[in-house]
């Protein structure tokens, strides 16, 4: 006899089929999404820093601003006491007449100025902290233009002698080796700016320069 229609059993295994089956395809268009934003958001978060350590290595030629690469001597934060400040580069290049250049970690970033009073007293990261940059020590310019991601706490410049002991505190001194900085070690932990992103875990970027002239042992 011809069967007419399907058992109840063969639509029950039927649908349970298509039920893992959508199950399925929804767990893997959940990874591949999840997937898609952490890329989204490394790639994000990295072409910031990027331009950030370019800047401050290699300078900025339209702006005629000299990159750490061509510094001969690094310089104090002289308030509230002279020391090196493990939020703040400074530093000379050997041009003529000599030149600083002003870098800076501090909040301010949704204000587009760091808050008073700044630069001297400030000693740490706050919600919306970003990289600064200086000419004359007065006047800072965000380096992220777009407001795209947030330093973490943990960013930082560390300052080296030439046998390799940290120097952060200490006051720089031309007379003593010991307690002059011949490289700096630039640490930006950086999270996005993107609310739909800002539970990502902060991404790391660290690299060291040494300055001219100075001796590496």
Known sequence: MDRKGYTLIEVLIAAAILVIVISLATLMFVKAEKMNQIIRYESSVSN??????????????????????????????PSPSPSLSPYYLVYSTPSSP??????????GLNSGQPPP????????????????????GSNWTSLDFNKKIILQPGSGFQYYNCYNNLLNGLVLSDSAPYDTATYVQIILRAGSNDPALSKMLPQNYETSVRIKNKPSF
Do not use: C, H, K, R
Request: net charge negative.
């Open 98 to 107: 000599a030149q600083s250049y002003y870098y800076a970690i501090a909040p």
């Open 48 to 77: 910031v820093v990027d331009g950030m350590l370019n800047e401050i290595i290699y300078g900025n030629n339209s702006l005629n601003i000299q990159g750490l690469s061509n510094a001969n001597s690094f310089s104090y934060i």
């Open 117 to 136: 009073p700044f630069p001297t007293l400030y000693t740490g990261t706050g919600t919306d902290t970003t990289l600064w940059q200086s000419t004359n």
